[in-house]
T-cell receptor
Framework: GQNIDQPTEMTATEGAIVQINCTYQ??????LFWYQQHAGEAPTFLSY????GLEEKGRFSSFLSRSKGYSYLLLKELQMKDSASYLC?????????FGPGTRLSVLP | ETGVTQTPRHLVMGMTNKKSLKCEQH?????MYWYKQSAKKPLELMFV???????ENNSVPSRFSPECPNSSHLFLHLHTLQPEDSALYLC????????????????FGNGTRLTVT
């Protein structure tokens, strides 16, 4: 079966660093995607990993370990606008399977 | 502007009504998707179309009927819905031609907030 897990909620302070974890067990794997979704808005693409290792994009980095079925999204220098839900998704061919999302609250 | 446009943004309908959701993508993608997003649940895949052909029906009740007349347009026809169908319905598009295009992410529309009374 397919199973993707993320923590439900996280809280962090402005300026800090936060790591959001994602574990997955899927029948296929063609890459792992992270999305950001602000309340009432569409999810927007943040990062993509298909090979093991770290991908860095400005304040955001994403890591993948295929052997462990594990990924994390690292957010540095947190800003208030980073308060949102973060969705982990595994691509299987043309299909995308999403985790439950992690709601991040950034406090002043 | 997300490149994927959904209408209407909000819809309230009774259980005996018939309505349709519309989605249009301007990104030149070949695959289009309907997802359902309910409170405190993961995004649920409903339907996938690739080059206008339906390639995935994720055990969706027949009261939801998709239509894809071309690679840029996708509809979701609704009839005799139930209150538990109230949710945010998200349309998305992606490139899915072959394994070389698998780094192409989903691009979402802003969704239709559906309330069934």
């Amino acid at each position: 079966g397919q199973n993707i897990d993320q923590p439900t909620e996280m809280t962090a302070t402005e300026g800090a660093i936060v790591q959001i974890n994602c574990t997955y067990q899927t029948s296929g794997f063609n890459g792992l995607f992270w999305y950001q979704q602000h309340a009432g808005e569409a999810p927007t693409f943040l990062s993509y990993n298909v090979l093991d290792g770290l991908e860095e994009k400005g304040r955001f980095s994403s890591f993948l370990s295929r052997s462990k079925g594990y990924s994390y999204l690292l957010l540095k220098e947190l800003q208030m606008k980073d308060s949102a839900s973060y969705l982990c998704a595994v691509r299987e061919g043309q299909n995308f399977v999403f985790g439950p999302g992690t709601r991040l609250s950034v406090l002043p | 502007e997300t490149g994927v446009t959904q209408t209407p943004r909000h819809l309230v309908m009774g259980m005996t009504n018939k309505k349709s959701l519309k989605c249009e993508q301007h990104l030149g993608h070949n695959a289009m998707y309907w997802y359902k997003q309910s409170a405190k649940k993961p995004l649920e895949l409903m339907f996938v179309y690739n080059f206008k052909e339906q390639t995935e029906n994720n055990s969706v009740p027949s009261r939801f009927s998709p239509e894809c007349p071309n690679s840029s347009h996708l509809f979701l026809h609704l009839h005799t819905l139930q209150p538990e169908d109230s949710a945010l319905y998200l349309c998305a598009s992606s490139q899915a031609r072959d394994i070389l295009s698998y780094n192409s992410p989903l691009h979402f529309g802003n969704g239709t907030r559906l309330t069934v009374t």
